[in-house]
């Protein structure tokens, strides 16, 4: 059964603490993997998308690689503003997507 | 206007009550999404159009009908729901099937 888990549920930070956030998944046909960025009270912000194993995509504080079978989120120098909850998504054969159940980052001043 | 719009922001509806959502996206997509996002819970696909045709129907309940009338606009029809209905309605729209998805800000709905 495909499955999409992101690990911690949680992360609390000290501003400037830099920190990784996991995606780990088991799914057949892979057609790519996507993060997104969700404020309290809105939908989710696209991030990235990566295809390959090997790939690295960067955005300001945010980097984020992708293996054969995880995915990585790096969190670079965060502040306050970095806080929101990072949910993972993977493509599947059918170009469905399956999305794990998210890191709630806390950034504290 | 840019983006995905979804009114309204929050709907409270009574069990035998019938409503309807509405979104409209305003970056010349060609598939469109309705996923359902409760507490503590992943994002779950609801349904998919591409090209107006209804493609993937997530073993939804028939009292959520979705409506594609054309490729900039879904609608959600809901009847009869029930009190676990209750929970954040997003829809999405992208380019193609396979490109990054992008969001409304939903609309919180609640069932009394």
């Known amino acids: 059964e495909d499955q999409v888990t992101q690990s911690p549920e949680a992360l609390r930070l000290q501003e400037g603490e830099s920190s990784s956030l996991n995606c780990s998944y088991t799914?057949?046909?892979?057609?790519?993997l996507f993060w997104y960025r969700q404020d309290p009270g809105k939908g989710p912000e696209f991030l990235f998308t990566?295809?390959?194993a090997g790939e690295e995509k960067e955005k300001e504080r945010l980097k984020a690689t992708l293996t054969k079978k995880e995915s990585f989120l790096h969190i670079t120098a965060p502040k306050p503003e970095d806080s929101a909850t990072y949910l993972c998504?993977?493509?599947?054969?059918?170009?469905?997507?399956?999305f794990g159940a998210g890191t709630t980052v806390t950034v504290r001043a | 206007e840019t983006g995905v719009t979804q009114t309204p922001r929050h709907l409270v509806m009574g069990m035998t009550n019938k409503k309807s959502l509405k979104c409209e996206q305003h970056?010349?997509?060609?598939?469109m999404y309705w996923y359902k996002q409760s507490a503590k819970k992943p994002l779950e696909l609801m349904f998919v159009?591409?090209?107006?045709?209804?493609?993937e129907n997530n073993s939804v309940p028939s009292r959520f009908s979705p409506e594609c009338p054309n490729s900039s606009h879904l609608f959600l029809h809901l009847h009869t729901l029930q009190p676990e209905d209750s929970a954040l309605y997003l829809c999405?729209?992208?380019?193609?099937?396979?490109?990054?998805?992008?969001f409304g800000d939903g609309t919180r709905l609640s069932i009394l």
């Open positions: 998504a993977v493509s599947l054969e059918d170009y469905k997507l399956s």
């Open positions: 999405a729209s992208s380019q193609q099937r396979n490109q990054p998805q992008h």
């Open positions: 970056l010349g997509h060609n598939a």
């Open positions: 990566l295809y390959s």
């Open positions: 159009y591409s090209l107006e045709e209804r493609v």
């Open positions: 799914v057949s046909g892979l057609r790519g």
